[in-house]
């Protein structure tokens, strides 16, 4: 049998796979590929736009969103490297857990809250806030110490911000889920309210909410109460302290896009307790009346010109926010004191983080198919060469890198809080495509060296016969050439492989407790 006839069939297979027989396999990968960016995508929407969703349908759900640990640390990191480190407004005055019988009984709680007012008031705050709801007919059979309670407060000489509630609604009434409700006439014009319902995203600031006036009547959907916008307790507050606040530029955009600013909850808030300022500042007789225990007798407190945010250490008034346990007065003092120093971050557009995600596809699948197709040149360029097939996977991971930090940057920047979500993404596609790149051996190193690594079915089809090894060898041997010495032959070797690198606003609960 000739040479010619014996090699044949090898060249049919060879022909068979250059051919344009179809790559059953590749398209499959491909729509996979296609598959994970549309999920990956949709995940971005449906993330960005669930406030919206939610806002947008009839339901109201009033809860706290919890949110993953990956997300808490980027969070406080970010805010971290925003913040300016101006702090020093605010100081908690908290009401000890221990004692349990003032915060059960509502009554005995505003006589003792009457007694904690009458000793801050030689201490001159800014501004007192007393993170607490006081209902309309609350102690009705004990009326005097609400009387107490509405003298002590309008004998303060300084603003006084005191909580106010609102009730749920299954349903949405004229775009509300929330509606007042009846409060204590303090009779005092230096007493003013606020909302004390939180974001259901608790990091971030409220600043109004829209609420209804009255309760909407069952089955009267014309006469349905008209819904306006109020003040939160935190952004009243701040408009006391500095009545001329809600005038700045920054802050009337985040009213005028009723934008939930994300606070810096990692501010470190001075703290005291009640038991501490009447034992300091308080007579005797107060001392008797509450039976406490002043030895040592503490330092007196520094409360000038600060505002002071009064509340209870009550299980009823604890939240989680980012993965830590917070009392509801202390996370109202972190929203007041973030707004004071400046140290939050805006809600990023939607836009933003669509045109972040789409450029980022571009590059790591777009741009590599264009340079292929039209400049098969350029692959010996710096660092258009890692588009090209065998070190694909470089490219995916530095346009990850850098997408992620100029993104970030930019971000900080405009003092915005960087696309989080959309960072998942990115991370999720980035980590896909490498996996596929392993799946591929047309462009995985790895797989393409040990593809490279297999013998050659044309020398052991014929291994078994020595003449036609020796046939083989002689005719493809090389000619002899005259000049320098020969240098030996040596096949070519498979590149070593480098390593892979590793109203827009949904209410939540309230923040505070009944007085």
């Known amino acids: 049998m000739s040479l010619s006839s014996r090699l044949a069939p090898n060249h049919t297979v060879r022909r068979s796979h250059s051919s344009g027989a179809p790559d059953h396999g590749g398209r499959g990968r491909r729509i996979l590929l ?17 406030e919206r969703l939610e806002v947008l349908s009839s339901d109201c759900e009033l809860r706290d969103q919890v949110k993953s640990s990956l997300y808490n640390r980027p969070y406080e990191r970010f805010l971290d490297w925003a913040s300016s480190g101006a702090v020093g407004h605010v100081v908690t005055l908290a009401i000890p857990s221990d004692l349990e019988e003032i915060q059960k009984n509502l009554c005995l709680g505003r006589e003792y809250m009457a007694d904690v007012l009458g000793a801050l008031a030689p201490q001159n705050p800014s501004v007192v806030v007393i993170d607490k709801f006081y209902s309309a007919g609350t102690c009705a059979s004990a009326p005097a110490s609400t009387e107490d309670l509405i003298r002590a407060v309008g004998a303060l000489k300084v603003p006084v911000v005191i909580g106010e509630s609102t009730k749920g609604l299954e349903q949405q009434v004229a775009s509300s889920c929330l509606v007042q409700t009846s409060q204590l006439d303090f009779r005092a014009t230096n007493v003013s309210h606020g909302l004390t319902r939180v974001n259901s995203e608790p990091e971030r600031l409220p600043l109004r909410w829209l609420v209804l006036s009255s309760a909407p009547e069952q089955g009267s959907p014309s006469s349905s109460p008209e819904a306006g916008f109020a003040d ?38 001075p703290r005291i307790t009640t038991t501490q300022l009447l034992c300091a500042v308080g007579d005797e007789s107060i001392r008797k009346k509450w039976s406490l225990s002043c030895s040592p007798q503490p330092a007196l407190p520094n409360l000038a010109g600060r505002v002071v945010v009064i509340g209870s250490e009550s299980s009823a008034d604890e939240k989680l926010v980012l993965g830590k346990r917070i009392w509801g007065f202390e996370l109202q003092a972190r929203y007041i004191e973030t707004l004071l120093s400046g140290d939050y971050l805006g809600f990023l557009p939607i836009w933003w983080g669509l045109v972040v995600f789409a450029l980022f596809v571009f590059l790591i699948e777009g741009l590599p198919t264009i340079l292929i197709a039209r400049r098969p040149r350029w692959k010996k360029l710096p660092l258009v060469r890692y588009a090209y097939p065998h070190r694909r996977y470089l490219w995916v991971v530095f346009w990850a890198i850098a997408i992620i930090a100029v993104s970030a940057v930019l971000a900080l920047a405009l003092r915005y809080l960087p696309p989080l ?20 051996s047309a462009e995985d190193p790895f797989l393409h060296a040990h593809s490279h690594r297999k013998v050659n079915p044309m020398s052991t089809s014929h291994s078994h016969d020595p003449k036609t090894a020796a046939s083989t060898d002689s005719a493809h041997s090389p000619k002899e050439v005259q000049g320098p010495p020969p240098v030996a032959f040596v096949p070519d070797q498979p590149a070593e492989p480098e390593p892979v690198p590793t109203s827009n606003n949904q209410p939540g609960t309230e923040a505070a407790t009944e007085g």
């Open 232 to 269: 939160s307790l935190s952004f009243a507050a701040v408009k006391a302290y500095d009545p001329a606040f809600a005038a700045k530029r920054k802050i009337r955009e985040l009213v005028v896009r009723d934008d939930h600013a994300y606070a810096n909850l990692a501010v470190e808030i």
């Open 34 to 50: 296609g598959l994970v960016y549309l999920t990956a995508l949709s995940l971005l929407i449906v993330w960005e736009y669930r």
């Open 421 to 440: 979500l959309v960072y998942g993404d990115i991370l999720l596609v980035a980590v896909t495509r490498l996996l596929f790149f392993l799946a591929e």
